[in-house]
């Protein structure tokens, strides 16, 4: 188990997330928090990176304008993006941070940042849906 892994378990605690499973070999986290809209938000140590993911919505069959706007709302992000997943069929946010230099704050800050978001645009997102 790396230090990185080790440093975003202990973050996520004092954070007081609810870790709702992990993977101790492929050093993945799995975060579920309602109340802050995180639901299966995935935080993977690849080390050098941290990757954090969450599903946000199927991808449509015709997308339409989804794509311009998703670039549109990626302008406004205080951290990370909305992204696609093509072989999963799903919209994302998607960020990613350094390991190594990691602190408490910037973690807490993309969570918040994901939250915020979401908050912002969820009913959006979900129009694009069906």
Same mark, same amino acid.
């Not at 605690?13 to 870790?19: A, F, G, S, T």
């Not at 999963?88 to 998607?94: E, S």
């Given at each position: 188990?790396?230090?990185?892994?080790?440093?975003?378990?202990?973050?996520?605690?004092? =954070?007081?997330?609810?870790?709702?499973?992990?993977?101790?070999?492929?050093? +993945?986290?799995?975060?579920?928090?309602?109340?802050?809209?995180?639901?299966?938000?995935?935080?993977?140590?690849?080390?050098? +990176?941290?990757?954090?993911?969450? #599903?946000?919505?199927?991808?449509?069959?015709?997308?339409?304008?989804?794509?311009?706007?998703?670039?549109?709302?990626? *302008?406004? /992000? +205080?951290?990370? #993006?909305? #992204?696609?997943?093509?072989?999963?069929?799903?919209?994302?946010? *998607?960020?990613? =941070? *350094? /390991?190594?230099?990691?602190? *408490?704050?910037?973690?807490?800050?993309? +969570?918040? #940042?994901?939250?915020?978001?979401?908050?912002?645009?969820?009913?959006?997102?979900?129009?694009?849906?069906?």
């Amino acid at each position: 188990m790396s230090e990185g892994f080790e440093k975003v378990k202990s973050y996520l605690q004092e =954070l007081e997330l609810h870790v709702a499973s992990e993977d101790e070999g492929e050093e +993945i986290v799995i975060v579920q928090d309602d109340e802050k809209g995180l639901s299966n938000l995935i935080l993977d140590c690849e080390d050098p +990176i941290l990757i954090i993911e969450q #599903a946000i919505i199927p991808l449509p069959a015709s997308p339409g304008d989804l794509f311009k706007r998703l670039l549109e709302l990626n *302008r406004t /992000l +205080i951290h990370g #993006a909305f #992204a696609i997943d093509e072989e999963a069929g799903v919209v994302l946010f *998607r960020d990613t =941070l *350094r /390991l190594d230099t990691l602190d *408490r704050a910037e973690l807490e800050g993309s +969570i918040n #940042a994901l939250g915020l978001a979401l908050a912002e645009n969820v009913e959006e997102l979900l129009s694009h849906t069906g």
